[in-house]
């Protein structure tokens, strides 16, 4: 098991090193640049802009300097935030994003396995179909259909909660909604995976010598059905929060709330190179990581997986 960690630590790396030379390349090809909406801007502004910059290099003599500036953790200047370089901003923002994207998953994993485990056990009953079809609503309406439609309920009409803002102006009060908001989609799926895996366990054999046995119900599920019916919920959530973070750009801007969305967002506005980079090296990193602690929990869960 160690070896196997080790292995895929540094298959880490390599990975990463693709992902930055591709979206760097595609970013640098696009038509257009960062100050391309500079209004009357001369030849001789433009090109001591691009040298200040050092956007008048050879396209491949840029990769080589960006990436070594990647191996030593800088991101590099913005070209439309001026005040500080891309490190600042993703370090002011990406803690905002990440604790939003952690309540919603973790909020999503209790009601999801609690909702998912009581409908397969009352199969077929009003409250199974009740929950699923939270399920599908979750799966299918996206998060710019839920967001606004929580808000207008709870905020506009019932006036229980803040319509829009952060923690630091309005209190604890104003996560609920963005992170509900967040929380639909892996809710309805990690609902339904267990569903669906509770009640394939519960038909298998050593469930019912486990109930021959004299064993009650709720012995069975906590002895026997519930660490197998992790698996597939495990295997879901790596990219889950991975995607739970991503699509808090959505959230965020809907909210208002000031996290790496916002800056992602405007940096693609404004073809901010570094900012966009800067970005994506972060969410690609986060995806790896949680599909690396994934595949470890796999192999504590399922002692049937052998890494060799």
Same mark, same amino acid.
């Given at each position: 098991?160690?070896?196997?960690?080790? &292995? &895929?630590?540094?298959? +880490?790396?390599?990975?990463?090193?693709?992902?930055?030379?591709?979206?760097?390349?595609?970013? =640098?090809?696009?038509?257009?640049? *960062?100050?391309? #909406?500079?209004?009357?801007?001369?030849?001789?502004?433009?090109?001591?802009?691009?040298?200040?910059?050092? +956007?008048?290099?050879?396209?491949?003599?840029?990769?080589?300097?960006?990436?070594?500036?990647?191996?030593?953790?800088?991101?590099?200047?913005?070209?439309?935030? @001026? #005040?500080?370089?891309?490190?600042?901003?993703?370090?002011?923002?990406? *803690? @905002?994003?990440?604790?939003?994207?952690?309540?919603?998953?973790?909020?999503?994993?209790?009601?999801?396995?609690?909702?998912?485990? !009581?409908?397969?056990? =009352?199969?077929?009953?009003?409250?199974?179909?009740?929950?699923?079809?939270?399920?599908?609503?979750?799966?299918?309406?996206?998060?710019?259909?839920?967001?606004?439609?929580?808000?207008?309920?709870?905020?506009?009409?019932?006036?229980?909660?803040?319509?829009?803002?952060?923690?630091?102006?309005?209190?604890?009060?104003?996560?609920?909604?963005?992170?509900?908001?967040?929380?639909?989609?892996?809710?309805?799926?990690?609902?339904?995976?267990?569903?669906?895996?509770?009640?394939?366990?519960?038909?298998?054999?050593?469930?019912?010598?486990?109930?021959?046995?004299?064993?009650?119900? *709720?012995?069975?599920?906590? @002895?026997?059905? +519930?660490?197998?019916?992790?698996?597939?919920?495990?295997?879901?959530?790596?990219?889950?929060?991975?995607?739970?973070?991503?699509?808090?750009?959505?959230?965020?801007? !809907?909210?208002?709330?000031?996290?790496?969305?916002?800056?992602?967002?405007?940096?693609?506005?404004?073809?901010?190179?570094?900012?966009?980079?800067?970005?994506?090296?972060?969410?690609?990193?986060?995806?790896?990581?949680?599909?690396?602690?994934?595949?470890?929990?796999?192999?504590?869960?399922?002692?049937?997986?052998?890494?060799?």
């Amino acid at each position: 098991m160690t070896k196997f960690i080790i &292995r &895929r630590l540094l298959g +880490l790396i390599p990975t990463l090193i693709i992902i930055i030379t591709i979206s760097f390349f595609v970013i =640098r090809v696009a038509p257009g640049g *960062p100050f391309s #909406d500079e209004r009357k801007i001369s030849a001789e502004v433009l090109a001591n802009l691009e040298a200040k910059y050092h +956007l008048d290099d050879p396209l491949i003599k840029q990769y080589g300097d960006y990436l070594l500036n990647v191996l030593r953790f800088d991101l590099g200047p913005s070209f439309v935030y @001026k #005040d500080y370089d891309v490190n600042y901003y993703i370090g002011a923002g990406l *803690p @905002k994003s990440m604790l939003i994207g952690a309540l919603a998953v973790g909020g999503a994993l209790i009601f999801g396995l609690g909702a998912g485990i !009581i409908s397969a056990l =009352r199969q077929n009953s009003v409250y199974d179909y009740a929950s699923m079809s939270v399920a599908v609503i979750g799966i299918s309406v996206p998060l710019f259909v839920i967001g606004p439609v929580l808000m207008y309920i709870f905020a506009v009409k019932l006036d229980w909660l803040p319509v829009a803002g952060w923690i630091d102006t309005l209190g604890w009060s104003a996560l609920v909604l963005p992170v509900v908001t967040l929380a639909f989609p892996p809710f309805a799926y990690v609902a339904r995976l267990s569903r669906a895996s509770v009640l394939e366990i519960l038909r298998s054999d050593y469930v019912r010598t486990a109930r021959a046995k004299g064993l009650s119900m *709720p012995m069975v599920v906590l @002895k026997h059905v +519930l660490k197998g019916s992790m698996l597939p919920v495990v295997s879901f959530l790596g990219p889950a929060l991975a995607g739970t973070l991503t699509g808090s750009i959505v959230v965020e801007q !809907i909210f208002r709330i000031p996290g790496l969305g916002r800056y992602f967002v405007n940096s693609a506005f404004n073809r901010d190179y570094t900012m966009i980079m800067g970005t994506v090296i972060v969410y690609s990193a986060i995806l790896l990581l949680m599909n690396f602690i994934v595949d470890v929990i796999y192999g504590f869960l399922d002692p049937r997986i052998s890494y060799k």
